[in-house]
């Protein structure tokens, strides 16, 4: 409103025309200037606006990165996890395959002879143990009794022709109906133990 007063009073001091065109067109031009600065600023952010909208963006950002990277270490870690697991699995698998190879490996076939079943006496499993007794190779037959026995049991080694190619020391044991025993035979150290086909149990009552 002061304003408005002004150039009222302005224009009342022109004389002519010529004057008053000459002053609006300088008032014109000024008023189009401060309009256009007006619309200038006013669509203008201010500096703490503009702070504060990088901020926003900035920690929106951080948000979606973090995001990512937390997507990606969890498929890592499933990832990770699965493979370690199945890792584990094989190795076990190939522990229990050795495992299982070495017990097979130290078992021999072995049977009774006639006089030896009809005392009773029957094996079917027997472990070798090679040089486990000092100088001496040894066998362990796992020998079960249908009734009681006391007497004289030795082993007799035969190769794939069944030809006889080592015996055991006689060894004294005694065993109580229905029972069973690993029985330990020693053999000469330079019986073939591994050239063996066919291991028989022989037993004679005392």
Not at 39 to 43: E, K
Not at 113 to 123: H, N, P, R, V, Y
Not at 160 to 174: C, D, L, M, Q, T
């Given at each position: 409103m002061p304003r408005a007063v002004s150039l009222c009073r302005t224009f009342s001091r022109m004389r002519t025309p010529r004057e008053m065109n000459k002053h609006l067109k300088w008032t014109t031009r000024c008023a189009l200037s401060v309009l256009a600065l007006s619309?200038?600023?006013?669509?203008c952010k201010s500096r703490e606006e503009q702070l504060e909208a990088e901020r926003t963006q900035g920690a929106k950002l951080v948000e979606d990165q973090a995001a990512k990277a937390k997507g990606i270490g969890q498929a890592l870690q499933n990832d990770g996890q699965k493979a370690a697991e199945e890792v584990a699995a094989g190795v076990g698998k190939v522990f229990s395959g050795v495992t299982q190879g070495l017990d097979r490996a130290a078992e021999v076939h072995i049977v009774v002879?006639?006089?030896?079943?009809?005392?009773?006496?029957?094996?079917e499993r027997a472990v070798l143990e090679v040089g486990s007794s000092g100088s001496k190779n040894a066998l362990k037959a796992y020998v079960l009794a249908s009734q009681k026995f006391k007497g004289t049991l030795h082993v007799r080694g035969l190769d794939?022709?069944?030809?006889?190619?080592?015996?055991?020391?006689?060894?004294?044991?005694?065993l109580d109906a229905d029972d069973a025993q690993y029985l330990?035979?020693?053999f000469d150290a330079a019986t073939p133990m591994t050239r063996v086909a066919?291991?028989?149990l022989w037993a004679t009552a005392s």
């Open positions: 619309l200038i600023v006013g669509g002879d006639g006089g030896a079943e009809k005392l009773g006496l029957k094996s794939a022709h069944n030809r006889e190619v080592g015996r055991s020391a006689k060894v004294e044991y005694a330990h035979f020693e066919k291991w028989v």
